[in-house]
């Protein structure tokens, strides 16, 4: 376990992802499926032929949700208000089975078989024998699935890369979440994978949800007809109290520690850190509104004085992305205890200012009358939202898999993702970091992340403190 921080202090929380999902609202494996209590599933009549097989590698409460939405694809959902509606997709509809599971931890897999077993009943088919553990354990969950399963990628961001090569060489379909690489080296493998699953027929969905929001598409077409004018600004917050780790405690495994629940997000190596993994989804967002990629970041960041953090992240982040026709978009993440707090995507046209997203990535979508972004002076919303975007991207990513159609995220996501990871280098390296730099780098922080092992020694090492190297502008490299 982390150590625990002075109790005092607002920041002494353990990290916690928000929740994937929009009726999940903690974490934790009985909490990821627990929307689905009460929910009348359809019962499997079909036959072998008929059913898509999952195999889920990583079973924390991200993976966990994954499957609630996976098994709902098609029939009874959750809505934002936590009654029950009736997905449009119907294509997506048809049975489905979880029957492998794998994760570094026991304990992990447990829990959330468990959890799924009492919640989805003979939809989760995973005996002992389809249990996998270890840094291998994706390979066997995968090799119990044929060609056109899901292969469920939901660990952290370092081992992205494997195990999508190794489903797609497979000719297995995958649903991976984000993020999808913490360095430029592991976007050069998920973009070639992706073009090898283009040739194979392979669908891919990602999980950057928000692109699958039918009040976000609608206020897209709206700037895409020109109600806002043209688009001169884009802000994008993620503030709030802050995360803490504690150090090192020297006698126990460092890499199995690392890779600890809650910790992965404190290292650049594992997940990309907690800027990317927070910002990740309206870092998208501002590439999505302005329908291309920026030219060049740059930022400045730092940690508060006094912080005793003995993670690798830094505490304030603030990046100007600019794209090729002069916008800018100003993305700011600040993780500090009694300070203002911001969730929220705003965009300013020469006709009008809009909310893209707001806290916890709700779609409250909207244009003002003018640049006053206020409630009284909305001119504009979207019809409100009958299917959620975490099932939505289900949806789309199961029925193109049963019509057989083009369905492939992956470049999408990893540019996205590259956008993000070129922000967080300018920051830390406090460089211009152009796209081009980025788009060509093959930086990674741990070049041997397919042959890890639980007796490897974790890629970054703990000071006689028990703390871990944070970036040094003017030194650092990540690009």
Same mark, same amino acid.
């Given at each position: 376990m982390t150590p625990s921080p002075a109790p005092s202090s607002p920041r002494s929380r353990q990290f916690k992802t928000t929740s994937r999902r929009g009726f999940l609202r903690t974490t934790g494996q009985a909490a990821a499926v627990s929307a689905l209590a009460g929910v009348a599933l359809p019962h499997v009549h079909a036959s072998d032929s008929q059913t898509i097989q999952?195999?889920?590698?990583?079973?924390?409460?991200?993976?966990?949700?994954? *499957?609630?939405?996976? &098994?709902?694809?098609?029939?009874? *959902?959750?809505?934002?208000?936590?009654?029950?509606?009736?997905?449009?997709?119907?294509?997506?509809?048809?049975?489905?089975k979880l029957v492998a599971m794998a994760d570094l931890r026991p304990e992990r897999i447990e829990g959330a078989h468990k959890a799924l077993s009492r919640e989805l009943g003979d939809? *989760?088919?995973? #005996?002992?024998?389809?249990?996998?553990?270890?840094?291998?354990?994706?390979?066997?969950?995968?090799?119990?699935?044929?060609?056109?399963?899901?292969? &469920?990628?939901t660990t952290h961001a370092a081992f992205r890369a494997p195990h999508l090569e190794?489903?797609?060489?497979?000719?297995?379909? *995958?649903? &991976?979440?984000?993020?999808?690489?913490?360095? #430029?080296?592991?976007?050069?493998?998920?973009?070639?994978?992706?073009?090898?699953?283009?040739?194979?027929?392979?669908?891919?969905?990602?999980?950057? &949800?928000?692109?699958?929001?039918?009040?976000?598409?609608?206020?897209i077409q709206k700037i895409r007809d020109g109600a806002l004018g043209d688009i001169q600004l884009i802000r994008a917050y993620r503030m709030d109290p802050g995360y803490f780790m504690g150090p090192f405690a020297k006698d126990r495994n460092e890499l199995l520690w690392q890779l600890s629940p809650g910790h992965p997000y404190q290292f650049l190596w594992a997940s990309g850190g907690v800027f990317i993994?927070?910002?990740?989804?309206?870092?998208?967002?501002?590439?999505?509104?302005?329908?291309?990629? #920026?030219?060049?970041?740059?930022?400045?960041?730092?940690?508060?004085?006094?912080?005793?953090?003995?993670?690798?992240?830094?505490?304030? @982040?603030?990046?100007? @992305?600019?794209?090729?026709?002069?916008?800018?978009?100003q993305v700011t993440g600040r993780y500090i205890p009694n300070c203002h707090t911001d969730f929220g995507t705003y965009l300013h046209g020469t006709k009008a200012a809009a909310k893209f997203s707001g806290d916890v990535h709700a779609p409250t979508s909207m244009i003002y009358n003018d640049q006053r972004i206020a409630p009284n002076n909305v001119a504009w919303r979207p019809t409100k939202e009958t299917i959620n975007p975490w099932q939505a991207e289900w949806d789309a990513l199961l029925a193109a898999i049963r019509q057989d159609k083009p369905h492939n995220e992956a470049r999408r996501a990893a540019l996205s993702n590259l956008g993000a990871i070129m922000g967080r280098a300018a920051v830390h390296t406090g460089k211009v970091i152009t796209w081009d730099d980025a788009l060509a780098s093959t930086f990674r922080f741990c070049s041997n992340v397919d042959a890890l092992t639980a007796d490897s020694p974790a890629p970054v090492q703990a000071d006689a403190q028990g703390r871990y190297p944070a970036p040094i502008p003017g030194k650092t490299i990540e690009v």
């Open positions: 999952l195999a889920l590698i990583g079973c924390g409460g991200r993976g966990s949700g994954a *499957v609630a939405n996976a &098994m709902s694809a098609g029939g009874l *959902v959750l809505g934002d208000s936590g009654g029950t509606q009736r997905a449009t997709g119907s294509a997506a509809g048809g049975p489905i939809r *989760v088919d995973v #005996p002992k024998d389809r249990q996998f553990l270890g840094f291998d354990a994706y390979k066997k969950a995968i090799d119990c699935l044929r060609p056109g399963d899901v292969a &469920m990628l190794y489903a797609v060489e497979k000719g297995v379909n *995958v649903f &991976m979440e984000k993020n999808f690489a913490a360095d #430029p080296g592991g976007i050069q493998r998920i973009l070639r994978a992706g073009e090898l699953a283009d040739r194979k027929g392979v669908k891919i969905g990602a999980g950057l &949800m928000c692109r699958h929001s039918s009040a976000r598409q609608a206020l993994e927070l910002m990740i989804h309206q870092i998208d967002e501002c590439f999505w509104i302005k329908d291309s990629y #920026p030219i060049s970041a740059h930022g400045i960041g730092g940690r508060f004085a006094g912080s005793t953090d003995c993670s690798q992240n830094l505490d304030s @982040y603030s990046i100007e @992305y600019t794209f090729a026709d002069g916008t800018k978009a």
